[in-house]
C-alpha cells in the first residue's frame, strides 16, 4: 500500500491470546460452552507490527518472551507475515497469556491477562541501532517506567514517538504523564484520556504533537496544538465478531498513513477503518484483505472540527 521505505519499532508484548466465543458472559460459577475458538499471537505490539506489515511498511518487534515451544510457532507465523522478530529476546518462564472471552453477537469481551516473562522487558533490549534506523518507535502497553526510559531514548535520537500507556494510564499516572512529554503521537481511550486529565486538550500542553482519543463504535478524534480538532467514524462493512485488538490495527495504520502523507484527516481515515475492519477478524489480530479494506474506507467519514468542548470524552 505504501511507497515509502518507513521503518516502525514495535516495543511491548507479545501475548498467546486464547478467545472463547459464546453466547452471553458467564456469571459466577456458571459453566458454558463455547461455539467457537481461536489460539494465536496477541499483545499489542504484536498486534501492531501485523498491522503495519500489512500497510506495507517494515517493523521491527521487540517484546521479551518465553523460550517454551509454543512460542517458536507463534514467532514462525509473525515471521511469515513479514514482522522481523530477530530482536525478540526468549527467556525461561511463562509467556504472556491472555483469556478472552467474546460475546458472539455484540465482540464486545473480557479479558484476563497474565504478563508472564513480558514484565522482564528493559529498556538495554531496544538496540540503539535498532532505534536509529526506525522512522516511528510505537510504545504500547509497556511498564510505565520503562516506557518512560524507551521513550526519553528514541526522543533523544530524534525518533518519532507514539505511545499507547493502555493500563499503565491508572497505574502509574505520574509516569505516563512524564513519558507523554517525550511522545509525539499519544492514543488513549476515552476512560484513559479522563484518568490522565480532566480535559484532554491539557495533555497537548505537555508536549506531543497529536493527541488522540478513541471511542470505540463512536469513532476517534484527534486534538492538534493549534487548536484543531478531527473526527471520524466508521460504519462496519462485516458483522462485528471481535473488538479485541482494533486500538492496535488503529495506531498502526494511523502511524504509518501520517509517516506517507503527514495529513492528520488521511491518517484518521486509515486508522478507523483498520480498527473496523479488524472487528470482523477472530482473535487480536488485523485479517487484511486490500479489497476490503478499500471498501471499508469507502465507509469511514472524517471530518475538521471548530474549537469542540470536552464532549470529546463523553459517552
Known sequence: MSRRDHIHVAIGNLNIDISLYVDHVPSRDESIVSSDAHVGAGGAASNYAVAVRYYGHQ?????????HPFVDYILD????????????KRVEGIPGIVSIIVERDSGERIMVKHR????????NDIPRSALKEASIA?????EPSVALEIARRAHSLGVLVSYDPGSGAFEKKDR???????????????VEAKTLASNP??????????????????????????????????????RVVDTTGAGDAFAAFFNSCYLDSHDVLKALQYGLAAATLK?????SRLCFELELFNKQLN?????????PPEWVLED
Open 279 to 283: 472487528t470482523g477478524c477472530r482473535g
Open 299 to 307: 465507509e469511514t467519514m472524517v471530518e475538521a472540527l471548530r474549537n
Open 176 to 190: 505516563v504523564l512524564e513519558t507523554i512529554k517525550y511522545s509525539n503521537i499519544v492514543f488513549l481511550n476515552r
Open 77 to 88: 507465523e509473525l515471521a511469515s507475515i513479514g514482522v522481523n522478530v530477530s530482536y525478540v
Open 138 to 142: 510505537h510504545i504500547a502497553s509497556v
Open 201 to 238: 486538550w491539557k495533555l497537548l500542553n505537555i508536549g506531543p504533537d497529536l493527541v488522540v482519543v478513541k471511542k470505540g463504535s463512536a469513532g476517534a478524534y484527534v486534538l492538534h496544538p493549534s487548536g484543531r480538532v478531527y473526527h471520524g467514524l466508521s460504519k462496519p462493512i462485516r
Open 59 to 67: 517493523v521491527y518487534l521487540i517484546a521479551t518472551t518465553s523460550s
Open 116 to 123: 508472564g516473562v513480558n514484565s522482564l522487558l528493559s529498556p
